[in-house]
């Protein structure tokens, strides 16, 4: 019943930071501070952090080279405004993504698992 989930509804439960087992559980205890399990269905959600820790890394690199690339090929009229509204922009989305973003890790950790474990058997 788990692997016939699909990938999009896994990524969809990450982006509304629900358990991508249940879809009901939340990930999050407050804004930041993730739950070790699901509340729910008692999913182990730091299965292997280093995963989830290297997609944050990429994800944001990404975000960061977004920026740089916005950065080089708009100029701005007022130059020092234009640097300091980007820098801003940057700032707020590089943080306010985090949940989200960290939610969608754990949904592919979770996919990656199932799959894994699929083609073992």
Known sequence: MESQTTL???LWRGVK???????KGQLYQNW?????????CHYLFFYDP???LSFMYMSTALLTGL???????????NLVLGRVLLGFLALLTIVGS?????????????WSRLHL?????
């Open 98 to 110: 985090l949940p989200r973003r960290k939610g969608i890790a754990i949904a592919i950790e979770y």
């Open 50 to 52: 280093i995963d989830i």
């Open 117 to 121: 474990e699929d083609s073992h058997e």
């Open 8 to 10: 999009f509804t896994l």
């Open 17 to 23: 930071k629900r358990c991508p087992r249940c879809g």
């Open 32 to 40: 930041y501070r993730l739950h070790k399990n699901c509340p729910k």
């Open 67 to 77: 920026f740089i690339l916005v950065m080089f090929t708009l100029t701005p009229a």
